[in-house]
């Protein structure tokens, strides 16, 4: 791995670093913030995957999320959203597909499943990775994340059931097998198979059975995406049909963007701290 910035914050270190991603087959960027705490001990981890048109940049300059994890000892990492180079395809002209919006999913089709393994990455590479290079304790882990990125979150921790300790989501895409957002990325990297899509969707993943860690959502009353993309209730239907505890709150007049997120992040990080302490 490269290190190409480290940035003293709040008596802990901002670092981002570069490497040669097995999975997406590129140059893949992440940051990394590491709290005082990590100068003298091993922490627990909290993943942050970020939404549409993003990168691991976003997070880290307006979430104002390292104040909090260096009251509280964690470490927080934070990926990229999709593959990038040269090489990897893209679609230049949309938001929501391409680079920017790898959507945390194995791509079956081509062109794009040489590079959008994204779901592999985030779930495999990545940890082993923060484990190996820094000091992380390999049993506690948590993730978050933001539209897309909590539709990441949602799917990762439903998928694999004890790798994470705790979820919590802003605004999260909840069904994407009906959302415009996730079908227009569904039929480009998974095909028109829409039964493939349900192994991608944390609505239906809860109706198959999957279990979900303790949880945290959090969706703006004001996100002008509320209606047509984002179905939180559909997920709430889902854990109420299966007796699953899901801390779904509706936070009166808050929109999509990270105003919200800044606004709540110290409680989603409060809730992954105190679940990572009973590990």
Not at 93 to 104: N, T, V
Not at 180 to 195: H, I, K, M, N, V
Request: net charge negative; proline share 7%; aromatic share 10%.
């Amino acid at each position: 791995m490269k290190q190409v910035e480290r940035i003293k914050e709040f008596g802990g270190w901002l670092e981002r670093w570069q490497h040669e991603s097995t999975s997406c087959h590129c140059t893949m960027t992440f940051s990394v913030y590491l709290p005082p705490q990590a100068a003298t001990q091993d922490c627990p981890v909290v993943y942050w995957l970020s939404g549409l048109t993003c990168t691991d940049d976003n997070v880290r300059t307006k979430a104002g999320a390292q104040r909090y994890a260096a009251e509280l000892g964690l470490i927080l990492v934070m990926p990229d959203t999709s593959p990038r180079g040269d090489d990897v395809p893209d679609a230049p002209e949309r938001y929501d597909l391409g680079k920017g919006a790898g959507f945390y999913v194995n791509a079956t089709q081509a062109p794009w499943a040489t590079h959008y393994q994204m779901y592999d990455y985030v779930t495999r590479e990545l940890p082993a990775l923060v484990e190996a290079h820094f000091p992380a304790i390999p049993d506690r882990r948590a993730i978050s994340g933001h539209s897309m990125g909590g539709h990441g979150a949602l799917i990762c921790a439903l998928k694999n059931p004890g790798l994470y300790v705790s979820v919590s989501a802003f605004a999260p895409i909840c069904n994407p097998a009906i959302s415009p957002w996730g079908r227009g990325c569904f039929s480009a990297y998974l095909g028109d198979d829409q039964t493939s899509w349900s192994a991608w969707d944390a609505t239906r993943l809860i109706q198959a059975g999957a279990p979900l860690p303790p949880a945290l959502i959090d969706h703006g009353t004001g996100d002008e995406f509320l209606a047509e993309q984002l179905f939180p209730h559909n997920l709430q239907a889902a854990c109420a049909a299966r007796d699953i505890p899901l801390k779904l709150r509706m936070q009166d007049g808050y929109d999509h963007s990270y105003h919200f997120i800044a606004t709540f992040i110290g409680e989603h990080l409060a809730f992954h701290a105190s679940a990572l302490s009973k590990r």
